[in-house]
């Protein structure tokens, strides 16, 4: 497929025309196609270098197994202790949750096995029921 689009950020005929129409209607408009038509190839280039920064960053966050979580101080003792028992409870909260998910996980999985399983057993049943010619019996 191809990607070239009709207004991409170049001197040509669509941009100019725009950029003189957005000027016209409302000028901050026209500014912003200008920019456009300047940087707009830098632009792409820079939000993809911010996404790729951005995911491996999270990346390094998820491999590690740290949360986010800010250690500043607001100077209020009250409110900071109040403050990290909340979050202390909250963290318990979601071990408790993730270890509630894995036992779940491990449930479906010992489910999905055990139906394999009978559905397995059926078939070699059936299969050992066959006549000697490979079919199966009248029902």
Known sequence: MNQ??????????????????GF???WPLGLAMLA????????RDFKRNANDKA??????????GR?????????????????KAELDRIEEQRRKLDEMREEFDSYLRELRRAKDQEEFDRFMRERGNRGPEGQYPAV
């Open 4 to 21: 070239s689009a009709l207004i991409r950020p170049d001197w040509t005929p669509a941009t100019i025309a725009l950029m003189v129409l």
């Open 24 to 26: 016209v209607v409302f």
């Open 36 to 43: 456009y038509i300047l940087f707009g190839e830098r632009l």
């Open 55 to 64: 995911d491996g960053i999270f990346a390094g966050l998820r491999r590690s």
């Open 67 to 83: 949360r986010y979580s800010p250690t500043f101080a607001t100077g209020n003792v009250a409110f900071d202790d109040w403050r």
